[in-house]
């Protein structure tokens, strides 16, 4: 069984800053994109930021220049690093996982979420 645990949301002010990571957990074989999303009230679900396993990165372009994502392929980990953050960055953020592979399965692959974390950020 997969799982993909977060932490590192809460209420900051405008200006501060959050660190988000997100552990992969299970039978893990090969995770291609690991990244972050952000839902916010009354919106659809965004990309954030993503990195494959060779470390390409993409970002949106409302968070270029403020967030900053990184990778551990060993322990299966993303750190998403939101700096300046400001009050439209509220939401909450999901890690997600694509083209996973399972030890049981190398050859399947798979899409995993999160359970979300929420981040707030007041003016």
């Known amino acids: 069984q997969v799982q993909l645990v977060e932490s590192g949301g809460g209420l900051v002010q405008a200006g501060e800053s959050l660190r988000l990571s997100c552990v992969a957990s299970?039978?893990?074989?090969?995770?291609?994109?690991m990244g972050w999303y952000r839902q916010a009230p009354g919106k659809q679900r965004e990309l954030v930021a993503t990195v494959t396993g060779r470390d390409s990165i993409k970002y949106a372009d409302s968070v270029k220049g403020r967030f900053t994502i990184s990778r551990d392929n060993a322990k299966n980990t993303v750190i998403l690093q939101m700096n300046s953050l400001k009050p439209e960055d509220t939401a909450v953020y999901y890690c997600n996982a694509d083209g996973l592979s399972t030890i049981q399965a190398p050859s399947q692959t798979y899409r995993y979420w999160g359970q979300g974390t929420q981040v707030t950020v007041s003016s």
């Open positions: 299970g039978s893990i074989f090969n995770i291609n994109t």
